[in-house]
């Protein structure tokens, strides 16, 4: 999840959105209706709009470029000079209302806002932003589904899988396909700038394109490690199986662990995602000869299963991992208590670092086996929709969403993510530096940025040191990491039994890791899992896969 920002970190604002642990397709479902939903969803046998134009943008030279495998444009230093990459009048001074979820604390009414007030300036509208908490997100747009009335003109999905999502999408917002589609992107250079991987793992629904993709980086869950810890042992950065499995014992012992996890991994594949991707099973599945096969019934995630065993067993794990929550061990991780800690990549934040408060060097764990193929995540933390309406109000949603994507370095995304210059942020030699106002006044109480994200880079102001270590961990990684094939295809299975499978994984791993059953218990998860819906949901997907190729 995203979290609220204070002066002592920028988090997630430079770049460096979360993504938690590696998901299912962020918009799956079928059958059955909402809110006077009808129709399929399905893509097989339909018409596809083709994915919209790649234009990147030509922005401040970086101290150290990005590449196709998902390696992120590198920036020790903030920008001297910005650009302007909007320069036409963005609204027509109405009235726009949004739905968005939040993180943090509610904004303070416009009219006390400065950020809010220039937002809105900049923009040309009544920006009226309806903030829902996490917690209520779920509940909130269940209802606001089944209504399909007084809808806002912007409505934020995140990545929780919501019934029915797509018929209402379907039947209660705009088809953007004519507007975005293919070259017609272009018309909106900073959606032209969104990589297609986010495209794709937002999807398309019935063939056509119903949203704008919030773009974030393509590592997915990963192992963040107390670099002074381990220094300080003499263990390698690069290391073998047996050399990780040392390493944990190593830095155990005295009341302090080599390693961490919490409660929440265990609902799926999240606690096993950096195993499973050193021993190089598949990301979640694999699609050959026109068949899907899900990477829990490989012999690499089995043995990944295995690896976690053996941490417990040589007591490397903190003993509480089952019961403890996500805050609670990351606060182990930033005092020491344990030197490493699996966590959604958009940890590497401002704010983690400044929890850390000098104790440690953080860094990332690269992955240990010999055919390690590192798991990419979606790319992206959800997406926009727009309430079905004239083109030409279409059209307004539409470069409002194209100026909050404004890339990093230039003007537009200095206001959308830092707020006024001298109001609330100054730059020094180590670049922006939050005032006090920030605190209050951001983008994570007003998250603007849920209504249109910039492609992220690797920016940590004041904390260049971290940010180069990353950048390298992401240039040995990244080159042999490999992707969901289902990401963004269409499964009903998955939406109707999709948490229970995820659970029939999360408590199988649980059991085995924790000793509760032997390592030949696997296959039996394996069984149940095919049973209750497995096994459908791979026909379905390989239905969809085939009709995108």
């Known amino acids: 999840m995203d979290n609220s920002i204070n002066r002592r970190g920028l988090l997630r604002m430079a770049g460096m959105s979360a993504l938690g642990v590696a998901a299912a397709p962020l ?43 998902g390696v992120q ?53 009544d920006l009226q932003v309806t903030v829902v908490p996490d917690p209520e997100y779920g509940q909130k747009m269940t209802t606001l589904m089944a209504s399909g009335s007084d809808l806002p003109d912007i409505i934020m999905f995140t990545n929780l899988a919501l019934p029915h999502s797509l018929e209402f999408i379907q039947a209660q917002c705009a088809d953007l396909s004519e507007f975005v589609g293919g070259d017609a992107v272009k018309e909106y250079p900073n959606l032209a700038n969104i990589p ?23 590592p997915a869950n990963s192992l963040f490690v107390n670099r002074t810890a381990m220094d300080e042992a003499g263990i390698p950065k690069d290391w073998t199986t047996e050399q ?31 195993h499973a991707g050193s021993l190089g099973a598949p990301n979640t599945w694999t699609a050959t000869g026109g068949q899907f096969v899900h990477t829990i019934s490989t012999p690499q995630f089995e043995q990944a299963v295995d690896t976690m065993r053996k941490l417990v067993e040589a007591k490397t794990v ?48 690269r992955p240990y086996g010999p055919q390690a193929t590192p798991w990419r995540s979606a790319g992206l933390f959800g997406y926009v929709t727009f309430k079905k ?24 995304y200095e206001l959308a993510n830092y707020g006024v210059e001298g109001v609330h942020f100054t730059k020094d030699d180590r670049g922006i530096k939050p005032t006090d106002l920030f605190d209050t006044e951001n983008n994570s109480s007003l998250p603007v940025k849920y209504l249109g994200a910039a492609p992220s880079v690797l920016y940590l102001p004041g904390y260049p040191d971290t940010a180069q270590a990353v950048y390298d961990w992401q240039k040995a990684s990244l080159p042999k990491s490999v992707a969901n094939p289902g990401q963004g295809l269409r499964s009903a299975t ?13 408590d199988g791993i649980a059991a085995i890791a924790f000793g509760r059953k032997p390592l030949s218990a696997w296959k039996d998860v394996v069984t149940q899992w095919r049973q209750t819906g497995g096994d459908r949901m791979a026909e379905e997907l390989a239905k969809e896969h085939a009709a995108a190729q």
């Open 73 to 125: 444009p590198l920036y020790l230093k903030y920008p001297e000079t910005l650009t302007q990459s909007v320069n036409d009048t963005v609204g027509d001074g109405s009235k726009v209302t949004a739905l968005v979820v939040t993180f943090g604390p509610p904004p303070a009414p416009v009219a006390q806002n400065r950020f809010w007030q220039e937002i809105n300036k900049a923009l040309n509208v």
């Open 389 to 412: 309406a004239a083109p030409e109000r279409i059209k307004l949603l539409l470069r409002i969403c194209n100026y909050l994507s404004a890339p990093f370095g230039t003007k537009e």
């Open 196 to 218: 297609t991987y986010a495209w794709k793992g937002m999807g398309r629904i019935n063939g056509k394109l119903y949203g704008v993709p919030l773009e974030r980086p393509t």
């Open 318 to 365: 903190y003993p509480d991992s089952l019961t403890v929550s996500s805050t609670d061990m990351q606060s182990h991780f930033h005092n020491g208590t344990v030197a490493s800690i699996q966590d959604g990549f958009g940890s590497v934040a401002p704010a983690t670092l400044s929890k850390i408060d000098g104790r440690f060097e953080l860094d990332l764990g």
């Open 244 to 274: 990780y499995l040392e390493a944990m014992r190593e830095l155990t012992g005295d009341r302090k662990w080599g390693l961490g996890w919490y409660k929440t991994l265990f609902g799926g594949l999240g606690s096993i995602t950096y």
């Open 494 to 506: 998955q939406v109707s039994k999709g948490a229970q499978l995820d659970q029939i994984i999360g």
């Open 27 to 69: 918009i799956t479902a079928c059958g059955g209706g909402s809110g006077g939903a009808t129709g399929s969803v399905s893509n097989a046998g339909k018409q596809l709009v083709p994915w919209p134009a790649y234009v990147p943008f030509a922005g401040p030279k970086p101290d150290a470029p990005g590449d196709e495998t």
